[in-house]
């Protein structure tokens, strides 16, 4: 028997610690980066090809290597960084593992010029798949420069796993953003097939965060700061107005190195507990100073998690900091509670009634309908007569409303009373007994106890129904603006802006991008001008998501027209108003939940009215 022990051949070594430290085309422009803000950079600049499946280059003015050190940097475990073991735990710098470059040279073509600021001449060395393939002296700038080509080339698993070029490039340039908010004193420039997406300057922090962020983030940005023996804290809370539905803008540093806590991101929540919308999170950027010895980044490989000695200590740091400044910026008492639980009562209370009321609605109801039941089939397309009708027309215009409304009615006389429609206009006398408590419920009478109709919900879902029909046959009727509104926008926002344009346009928004202001000059028409401004928010962040499929963003784009419409000034002064809306909202296939699956009926059943008199 022969020994079947053997060592791993370096380029294989290589290629296996690879899968660990490079995931994707961001991983290697966080890792390349890093090592120029250890070398000392200034400035820093990164182009990419095809979100960098094509080419990663990455050109710094820092340090430079030696013509040794060039090729030794390419060695597994070669850093210039850790000495010693006891140097691993009072870490000042980035890297430490001395494995990135390995990494990349063993799945990639790689190109390095490098020049000390000594030498004349620097050295130049082309290496594919760990292999030496050239090494000239040659001349170049000082400072370092990586082109990294063809990632990915040998491992074709990894290289077919990569997503499309649009979420490719989202997480370069989240990376991208954490190291230039983690350094505003390092120039930064980030091009992209060509074109320049952020140049930013050395500067503040505060000014840091407005270049990358947008204009508009300038006066919402509260400062925190405060100094311990443990740990300083500095930076900036969004005033919790301005919170997000996702948590896109939620930045730890510590050390100027980005980092996650779902730990100290509960402290966040709890600092604005009370002080924020429904369902949003708050941004923040800050900024912590710990002696390196009492933390652990070594727990994660692409290190992004990080352990720390106090903890629990830094979480109240956190909470009493926040807090104290939202406080301070008096910015509480400006929220309008009163508006904002009217519109949308929190779930917490409405468990709190004694008896919870139950649900006693025929889902398939449909009153326009008298036995064959046909309101919708397996394929989810909509097969009512009224639902014909709008696809037909496209239903962009106002007219064409009103006539399959007309429509509609006449359907209704038409149609005998049936067994099912015991819910509202069970007869005559029934028609106009409803009520309507605090603008927005709508009570009715109905055989199995009261019906309650959240109303702009269920405006909210009739406008979701009314144009995701259209969309389906035709791009949607926008309306011109006489006056085009302007919103500074950020970097990120023009990228997202321009990859969606297609699908915004046939959703009816039309808009151009210059010097970071998107310029909007028609709007799908059923938006009411009172909540343009925050119905754009909406949108911009909903084209912000990076891991959303073509459909999904679709109906979460046309559920942000639809919040906005539900948002507007609610009109059911008369009978008639109030009929036609709950007409309407019967017409939607699914009239129980808004898009986003908030509940716009509940009965509360005789029983339960019932014990109430016992
Ligand atoms: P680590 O950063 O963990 O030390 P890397 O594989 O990322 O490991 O880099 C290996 C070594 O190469 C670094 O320790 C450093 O000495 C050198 N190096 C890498 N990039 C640069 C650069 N841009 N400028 C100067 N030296 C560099
Ligand atoms: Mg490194």
């Known amino acids: 028997m022969s020994d079947l022990i053997q060592l791993l051949p370096d380029n294989i070594a290589n290629q296996i610690a690879a899968g660990e430290v490079i995931q994707r085309p961001a991983s290697v422009v966080k890792e390349i980066v890093e090592n120029a803000i250890d070398a000392g950079a200034t400035s820093i600049e990164v182009n990419i090809k095809d979100a960098g499946k094509t080419l990663i280059q990455i050109v710094d003015n820092g340090n430079g290597m030696s013509p040794a050190d060039a090729e030794l940097c390419f060695e597994r475990h070669a850093?210039?960084?850790?000495?010693?073991?006891?140097?691993?735990?009072?870490?000042?710098?980035?890297?430490?593992?001395?494995?990135?470059?390995?990494?990349?040279?063993?799945?990639?073509?790689?190109?390095?010029?490098?020049?000390?600021?000594?030498?004349?001449?620097?050295?130049?060395?082309?290496?594919?798949?760990?292999?030496?393939?050239?090494?000239?002296?040659?001349?170049?700038?000082?400072?370092?420069?990586?082109?990294?080509?063809?990632?990915?080339?040998?491992?074709?698993?990894?290289?077919?796993?990569?997503?499309?070029?649009?979420?490719?490039?989202?997480?370069?340039?989240?990376?991208?953003?954490?190291?230039?908010?983690?350094?505003?004193?390092?120039?930064?420039?980030?091009?992209?097939?060509?074109?320049?997406?952020?140049?930013?300057?050395?500067?503040?922090?505060?000014?840091?965060?407005?270049?990358?962020?947008?204009?508009?983030?300038?006066?919402?940005?509260?400062?925190?700061?405060?100094?311990?023996?443990?740990?300083?804290?500095?930076?900036?809370?969004?005033?919790?107005?301005?919170?997000?539905?996702?948590?896109?803008?939620?930045?730890?540093?510590?050390?100027?190195?980005?980092?996650?806590?779902?730990?100290?991101?509960?402290?966040?929540?709890?600092?604005?507990?009370?002080?924020?919308?429904?369902?949003?999170?708050?941004?923040?950027?800050?900024?912590?100073?710990?002696?390196?010895?009492?933390?652990?980044?070594?727990?994660?490989?692409?290190?992004?998690?990080?352990?720390?000695?106090?903890?629990?200590?830094?979480y109240s740091i956190l909470l009493s900091s926040v807090r104290q400044a939202l406080g301070k910026y008096n910015i509480a008492p400006t929220l309008d509670f009163e508006r904002e639980m009217g519109f949308d009562i929190p779930h917490e209370m409405r468990s709190q009634s004694p008896i919870e009321p139950t649900i006693q609605v025929n889902e398939g109801y449909n009153p326009f309908q008298t036995t064959s039941r046909t309101t919708s089939n397996s394929t989810g397309k909509k097969s009512t007569n009224f639902s014909k009708a709008v696809v037909d027309k496209g239903f962009g215009s106002k007219e064409a409303k009103q006539e399959d409304w007309d429509n509609f009615y006449s359907i209704d006389e038409k149609n005998e009373v049936s067994e099912q429609t015991n819910l509202v206009h069970e007869s005559d006398e029934d028609k106009g007994t409803q009520f309507i408590v605090k603008g927005n419920y709508i009570l009715s009478p109905s055989k199995s106890g009261l019906m309650v109709i959240h109303a702009r919900r269920a405006i909210e879902q009739i406008v979701y129904t009314d144009t995701i029909n259209s969309f389906i046959s035709s791009p949607i009727t926008s309306q011109s603006l006489l006056f085009p509104i302007e919103k500074e926008v950020s970097k990120k926002e023009c990228l997202n802006w321009n990859n969606n344009a297609s699908i915004l346009k046939q959703l009816g928004f039309h808009g151009t991008i210059e010097n970071d202001t998107l310029s909007i000059s028609a709007v799908p028409g059923v938006l009411e001008e009172e909540t343009l401004s925050a119905t754009l928010e909406d949108i911009l962040e909903t084209i912000g998501h990076k891991d959303i499929e073509k459909g999904d963003l679709a109906h979460n784009l046309v559920a942000a027209i639809a919040r906005s419409a539900g948002m507007k000034q609610l009109n059911l002064n008369t009978d008639e108003a109030v009929e036609s809306l709950v007409n309407r909202l019967f017409q939607c296939e699914n009239h129980m939940f808004t898009p986003t699956n908030k509940k716009i009926i509940d009965t509360i059943s005789i029983e339960t009215i019932e014990t109430k008199f016992k």
């Open 79 to 314: 850093t210039s960084k850790v000495r010693a073991a006891a140097d691993l735990f009072s870490l000042a710098t980035k890297g430490f593992r001395g494995e990135a470059l390995a990494s990349i040279a063993a799945i990639s073509h790689v190109q390095l010029n490098t020049r000390e600021v000594n030498n004349d001449l620097g050295t130049s060395i082309t290496i594919e798949g760990s292999n030496i393939k050239e090494k000239i002296e040659a001349v170049c700038a000082q400072g370092t420069s990586f082109e990294v080509k063809n990632l990915f080339y040998n491992v074709p698993a990894r290289r077919n796993f990569l997503k499309s070029d649009k979420v490719e490039f989202g997480h370069i340039s989240d990376e991208f953003e954490r190291v230039a908010l983690a350094h505003p004193e390092i120039h930064f420039i980030l091009q992209h097939n060509e074109n320049e997406l952020y140049n930013l300057r050395s500067t503040t922090l505060r000014k840091r965060i407005i270049d990358v962020l947008g204009k508009k983030t300038s006066d919402r940005l509260v400062p925190i700061e405060e100094s311990t023996d443990i740990v300083d804290l500095k930076g900036f809370v969004l005033k919790p107005e301005f919170s997000k539905k996702t948590r896109g803008e939620q930045f730890f540093f510590v050390n100027n190195r980005f980092f996650k806590s779902a730990y100290f991101n509960h402290a966040l929540n709890k600092a604005f507990e009370g002080l924020l919308k429904e369902r949003t999170f708050p941004s923040f950027f800050l900024y912590l100073s710990v002696d390196p010895k009492r933390i652990d980044v070594n727990v994660h490989p692409t290190k992004t998690e990080i352990k720390f000695e106090e903890d629990k200590f830094i």
